[in-house]
């Protein structure tokens, strides 16, 4: 008898344990109306949560939480159950905290935190940014943007920053104004199973950026976004957090109107050792690229296993149909937002970084554009492998092509020009195996050669061919 009572005990407080480690919003006074501010409801439950030293806020089903921003703690996990959305408030005076500091023009922080750890994000509900309720007018393939002041007051739908083990899963993010999940400065996470879906109309409403961090994992991901699907990069603004390294990518199915995975065009530091694999790109405009623009250096990536499908899309975005991209030009200085905040301080005039040792592996290309790898001079990209590379060329879309895009950059951004199945130019050492060209039945009217190198150092092809589609 006394056995089992001392067993009813421990199950008990077990049991209540458990219950104390979770919060649910709504005891914390959330309405979930979809009318009311919750904001202060939520970051009631996320304080109470952290002070208890840690547990689950749970977002309960059912219903909708508007809210201003509100900011995440460490040991706390962001439950929002199936069923649930927190919703992002349409007034933009409550959006005052710019997302990259001092540099007060390019968005807002909807969710944030700093300096936290083992903090999540769970869940199979929804966090939905609102993005077009901070739009302008909208065009047939994008949105105006609105004129602002000083602040874009434009949220960031989650910005965190100097944070160490993350991890997020099962949710689905979407309708961001901006960049939807943008880690600075972080080291050990893990993004899988979510699901992100931005209007590909949106100008920059980029899905993941990884930016200055370390030792991530992003898997089994579906992204849909106006801008890049996931970017890697290293702004300016917060390069005192080092290196952007040791990243892997895979099983992600993506759609972009700018470039599914992207390496740049930001990146005054290093970017290196990344692996991007088994992946599926839809519809988009460039598949992968890298776009290095600024004084760091890119090295040492291997793309593998990847299905890319590219089409035109209007000058409005960067990109020409290309399934692979890399450039390496010095930034543009002719407009503000390209100079200002993204040169080295004091400096007038930017410079570029190398691109080396970078590796392309049993991928398949159909689409509109061809691989283009264009530098400065042959110093900026060098060592350069393909190996089973299929490129099939066809007309798909009534936009106009035979145009090669390097925009931003210090060089003509758009140049007119027969399109190649590969185009090399200005680089040092690329090997090309095992690959093709098939020319589609509704070739393009701008197709230029299978493959054409202008003051590349060195090049190796071996087994690389030609055809057309029904041949």
């Known amino acids: 008898m006394k056995l089992k009572l001392i067993l009813a005990i421990f199950l008990l407080s077990g049991f209540f344990a458990n219950a104390q480690s979770k919060f649910n919003i709504k005891t914390y006074g959330a309405v979930g109306n979809g009318k009311t501010n919750d904001a202060v409801a939520i970051q009631k439950a996320i304080d109470a949560c952290s002070k208890a030293g840690g547990g689950q806020v749970v977002v309960p089903a059912g219903h909708v939480y508007l809210s201003g921003p509100f900011n995440l703690k460490s040991f706390v996990e962001l439950r929002v159950e199936g069923g649930a959305k927190i919703l992002a408030s349409p007034d933009e005076k409550l959006y005052t905290e710019s997302a990259f500091g001092d540099n007060k023009g390019e968005g807002t922080v909807w969710i944030g935190g700093k300096d936290l750890q083992q903090v999540s994000i769970t869940g199979s509900g929804e966090i939905d940014g609102n993005g077009i309720s901070f739009m302008g007018e909208e065009l047939d393939d994008s949105y105006v943007l609105k004129p602002f002041n000083v602040v874009d007051p434009r949220p960031h739908l989650l910005t965190l920053i100097g944070c160490k083990k993350l991890n997020i899963d099962g949710v689905t993010f979407k309708n961001s104004a901006y960049w939807t999940v943008h880690l600075i400065g972080c080291d050990d996470v893990a993004i899988s199973n979510i699901t992100l879906l931005n209007s590909i109309k949106i100008r920059n409403s980029d899905g993941i950026d990884?930016?200055?961090?370390?030792?991530?994992?992003?898997?089994?991901?579906?992204?849909?976004?106006?801008?890049?699907?996931?970017?890697?990069?290293?702004?300016?603004?917060?390069?005192?957090?080092?290196?952007?390294?040791?990243?892997?990518?895979?099983?992600?199915?993506?759609?972009?109107?700018?470039?599914?995975?992207?390496?740049?065009?930001?990146?005054?530091?290093?970017?290196?050792?990344?692996?991007?694999?088994?992946?599926?790109?839809?519809n988009s405009n460039r598949g992968i690229g890298i776009q290095n623009r600024d004084e760091g250096t890119v090295s040492d990536v291997i793309f593998s296993n990847l299905v890319i499908e590219s089409k035109l899309f209007s000058d409005v975005w960067w990109g020409k149909a290309e399934p692979i991209y890399i450039t390496?030009?010095?930034?543009?200085?002719?407009?503000?937002?390209?100079?200002?905040?993204?040169?080295?301080?004091?400096?007038?005039?930017?410079?570029?970084?190398?691109?080396?040792?970078?590796?392309?592996?049993?991928?398949?290309?159909?689409?509109?554009?061809?691989?283009?790898?264009?530098?400065?001079?042959?110093?900026?990209?060098?060592?350069?492998?393909?190996?089973?590379?299929?490129?099939?060329?066809?007309?798909?879309?009534?936009?106009?092509?035979?145009?090669?895009?390097?925009?931003?950059?210090?060089?003509?951004?758009?140049?007119?020009?027969?399109?190649?199945?590969?185009?090399?130019?200005?680089?040092?050492?690329?090997?090309?195996?095992?690959?093709?060209?098939?020319?589609?039945?509704?070739?393009?009217?701008?197709?230029?050669?299978?493959?054409?190198?202008?003051?590349?150092?060195?090049?190796?092809?071996?087994?690389?061919?030609?055809?057309?589609?029904?041949?």
């Open 210 to 282: 990884i930016d200055h961090s370390k030792n991530v994992r992003i898997t089994n991901c579906y992204i849909e976004s106006g801008d890049d699907c996931i970017c890697l990069k290293n702004r300016r603004e917060f390069e005192k957090y080092g290196p952007c390294e040791n990243i892997v990518i895979s099983n992600c199915t993506m759609t972009s109107s700018s470039c599914a995975i992207k390496i740049g065009s930001e990146n005054m530091d290093r970017i290196s050792k990344v692996l991007i694999n088994n992946c599926n790109i839809v």
């Open 328 to 471: 390496a030009y010095p930034r543009a200085t002719s407009n503000n937002k390209d100079a200002g905040w993204r040169l080295p301080k004091g400096e007038t005039k930017g410079r570029v970084g190398a691109v080396t040792n970078i590796y392309f592996s049993n991928i398949r290309c159909t689409g509109e554009g061809g691989v283009y790898i264009s530098g400065e001079n042959p110093e900026k990209i060098s060592n350069i492998y393909f190996d089973q590379v299929t490129v099939a060329m066809e007309k798909t879309t009534k936009q106009p092509g035979g145009v090669y895009d390097r925009r931003p950059s210090n060089v003509e951004g758009m140049v007119k020009s027969d399109i190649a199945g590969f185009y090399f130019e200005n680089t040092g050492y690329i090997s090309l195996q095992n690959s093709e060209v098939i020319w589609g039945k509704a070739k393009p009217s701008y197709a230029g050669k299978a493959l054409e190198t202008k003051d590349v150092t060195k090049i190796k092809s071996v087994n690389f061919t030609e055809r057309d589609a029904d041949k």
